[in-house]
């Protein structure tokens, strides 16, 4: 799932890692959601019709939630035994200390800095896949 307000940023996203996937010969499905809010309804809707989402990416500034409050929701989902375990990846432009540790503090398993390269996408498939 990728969570992202901004129309273009989603969808260059969405084009690299499908590239990228295709490069690798690895299959993907990828779903689009435009804020927190949309992200949570969509993964639980899913999971209860039998869709299970291996990660989510998530930016931290969006409409009506914050990455940062999706995350600590998804998080206290999985340990309260409602979702599957996902892998959560923020995704920001803002990549100071101040704000990488308070992403890390509400539980990402990951940071991936915009804007996003073909080096570094490839890198987070590959470790989904081993």
Known sequence: MICEDDYGIRNTIKR??????????????????????????????????????DSVLLDENMPFMKGSNCMTI??????????NKIKIISISSFDDQETMK??????????????HTREVVSK???????
Do not use: A, H, W
């Open 124 to 130: 987070f498939l590959d470790s989904l896949v081993t």
């Open 102 to 115: 308070f992403i890390k503090s509400q539980g990402c398993d990951e940071f991936m800095p915009k804007p």
């Open 74 to 83: 998804l998080k206290n989902m999985y340990s309260e035994g409602s979702l």
């Open 16 to 53: 690299l890692f499908i590239r990228v996937s295709e490069e690798k010969k690895i299959s993907i499905e990828l779903e689009e959601s435009i804020n927190g809010l949309e992200c949570i309804y969509r993964i639980y809707k899913d999971y209860i019709n039998g869709t299970k989402y």
